[in-house]
């Protein structure tokens, strides 16, 4: 059973830092992709950056290039979610995701296992 567990979110100013992290349990985690996707009521869910299954390779929504970073430890077992300057409209539930395969992918139908979220507030 695969298993994402966020944490990490909170309340920040305007041009503040938070850094997410997602610890994932399950069989060979270590080969899956994984990314990042954020949310709020009523609308869709929306890619904010995946990274491939080595964290060689890394994509990041036209959104937030520059201002976050998306990394994973060593044994490719957790991932990591870097965001500094951050703006009002980055407020949002932010959801780890994984998926079998080894390269990033940006649409939510490509993930297999989703988290709970953790909730990013940036207050003006």
């Known amino acids: 059973q695969v298993q994402l567990v966020e944490s990490g979110g909170g309340l920040v100013q305007a041009g503040g830092s938070l850094k997410l992290s997602c610890a994932a349990s399950?069989?060979?985690?270590?080969?899956?992709?994984m990314g990042w996707f954020r949310q709020n009521p009523g609308k869709e869910r929306e890619f904010v950056a995946a990274?491939?299954?080595?964290?060689?390779?890394?994509d990041y929504a036209d959104s937030v290039k520059g201002r976050f970073i998306i990394s994973r430890d060593g044994a490719g077992n957790t991932i990591f979610l870097q965001m500094n300057s951050l703006k009002p409209e980055d407020t949002a539930v932010y959801f780890c995701?994984?998926?079998?395969?080894?390269?990033?992918?940006?649409?939510?139908?490509?993930?297999?296992?989703w988290g709970q979220g953790t909730q990013v507030t940036v207050s003006s």
């Open positions: 995701a994984a998926r079998f395969g080894v390269a990033p992918a940006m649409a939510v139908l490509d993930y297999d296992y």
């Open positions: 399950g069989p060979t985690f270590s080969s899956y992709a």
């Open positions: 990274i491939s299954w080595d964290g060689g390779s890394t």
